[in-house]
């Protein structure tokens, strides 16, 4: 109709960077990396934003690293048809998985074996490992080689079986390294600082520790009195490592130059395992056979040591369902987590607290980074709780048909595990969930 003015349509690409900002300091950032791309002018303020100095992430729930939903493939060099491995998140608060939060949409090689501060450390054929940031797309090449400074008969049953035989002998890569973190500096900045940082390793089917510096490149050896191990963390300038055995806790100092090549050992706790409590839960849920595994978290300036039973059944005759189809029954050893107890460790006394209840904390537990979190950083967890996923390397890379399935929370009031993602619908996990705490850098 004549006289009737329309509105003028808001042109959301000429909003001011001061006003996208201050709504970006709102925002987790998964949601800050959704909002980049809307178009090249918010990506451009996103970047600049995340970039700054001033930046500071909000908490978040860490996200979990799953398999795609469907296998894929594409051409090699030789146009013969490969799998590849994509990228695939599960978001514990909205509880479905998405795939298109990552700036790198590239696929990745190799084995998986860690992930820390959100960064995943890729194994390749060859034993060379790198660092990997899904959201942006930086990888880290570490140069440092497990080869060097070894024996011959090292060098034989560390690396060059593991390229020679990776198949039968390191299944997965996660006998060979089992567990990868970054040492970090300064844990508060988040961004990793070549001159500074570095990497720690548990390999050789947990027997060894091992550190290498970026600045280095060299893998120096961990000599500690209670080998194999579990776990191994490092904060405020100490890298803490607990036996797969008996839970012993060693502790390193790195402080006095920094991290350098020369730790002092400064502490070394026995253990004091529940086996009075943990024989008579197992007695009275009718478990025949137990496995235990051990972790160490940082929680509120205090360190954890967690113990993990696993519940070992008997070989069961289970129809296997690949590629749509649901093939012959096969036996399988099934396994799953059946109780965890949680201690407090007193660096005076040098001994475990028992512990009943996490307060307003929250624990993610696996293959990863151990994590504490406070709950109301958590949306979607269940407070003095612990998320935990697959670590039981030994079973979950067994079978080709089954493994990397274990996973659910542990309430520590409630003292029973519950599901958190549905693993019913595949036997094999692969790669094995991992958690991620999405960073920028």
């Given at each position: 109709m004549a006289g009737i003015k329309r509105k003028r349509e808001a042109n959301w690409c000429e909003v001011g960077s001061d006003i996208l900002e201050s709504i970006m300091r709102r925002l987790c950032f998964v949601d800050i990396l959704r909002m980049k791309r809307a178009c090249r002018w918010w990506f451009s303020v996103g970047e600049s934003y995340t970039s700054s100095p001033s930046y500071r992430p909000c908490f978040q729930t860490p996200w979990l690293l799953i398999p795609p939903p469907e296998e894929e493939e594409e051409d090699d060099d030789k146009g013969e048809r490969k799998s590849i491995i994509s990228l695939c998140f599960f978001n514990l608060d909205e509880k479905k998985p998405y795939r298109d939060v990552c700036l790198c949409r590239e696929v990745y090689e190799g084995r998986c074996v860690g992930s820390s501060h959100g960064w995943l450390f890729l194994l390749d054929k060859t034993a060379n490992l790198s660092l990997l940031n899904p959201f942006s797309g930086a990888r880290i090449q570490v140069e440092g080689s497990l080869k060097e400074g070894r024996s011959e008969e090292e060098e034989?049953?560390?690396?060059?079986?593991?390229t020679a035989d990776g198949a039968k002998k390191y299944k997965g890569g996660r006998a060979f390294i089992s567990k990868a973190i970054l040492m970090m500096s300064d844990i508060c900045k988040k961004k990793i600082n070549k001159d500074k940082d570095g990497v720690v390793l548990?390999?050789?089917?947990?027997?060894?520790?091992?550190?290498?510096m970026f600045n280095d490149g060299r893998f120096m050896d961990l000599h500690g009195a209670h080998e194999s191990y579990n776990d191994v963390i490092c904060y405020d300038n100490l890298v803490c490592a607990i036996s797969q055995f008996y839970g012993f806790v060693e502790v390193w100092d790195f402080s006095t130059t920094g991290f350098s090549p020369s730790p002092t050992k400064v502490m070394d706790i026995r253990s004091c395992l529940?086996?009075?409590?943990?024989?008579?839960?197992l007695?009275?849920?009718?478990?025949?056979?137990c496995s235990y595994h051990f972790y160490l978290v940082e929680s509120c300036g205090e360190l954890l040591s967690v113990l993990r039973i696993v519940s070992e059944?008997?070989?069961?005759?289970?129809?296997?369902?690949e590629n749509g189809k649901d093939n012959q029954p096969k036996k399988i050893r099934l396994y799953k987590t059946l109780m965890f107890y949680v201690y407090r460790v007193d660096p005076h006394h040098k001994i475990l607290v028992e512990m009943e209840s996490l307060g307003d904390q929250v624990l993610f537990l696996g293959g990863s980074n151990s994590i504490s979190l406070r709950v109301q950083d958590c949306p979607g967890c269940i407070k003095d709780s612990i998320y935990f996923t697959d670590s039981y390397w030994e079973r979950a890379d067994e079978d080709d048909s089954y493994g990397g399935?274990?996973?659910?929370?542990?309430?520590?009031?409630?003292?029973?595990?519950?599901?958190?993602?549905?693993?019913?619908?595949?036997?094999k996990m692969k790669p094995t969930p991992f958690w991620v705490l999405p960073n920028p850098w």
């Open positions: 034989l049953f560390d690396v060059d079986s593991y548990i390999y050789r089917g947990g027997e060894k520790l091992a550190f290498c529940p086996l009075k409590k943990a024989r008579e839960f007695k009275s849920t009718r478990q025949v056979c059944f008997m070989d069961v005759d289970v129809h296997v369902h399935h274990d996973m659910g929370y542990y309430n520590l009031k409630d003292k029973c595990v519950k599901p958190f993602y549905d693993t019913l619908h595949r036997y």
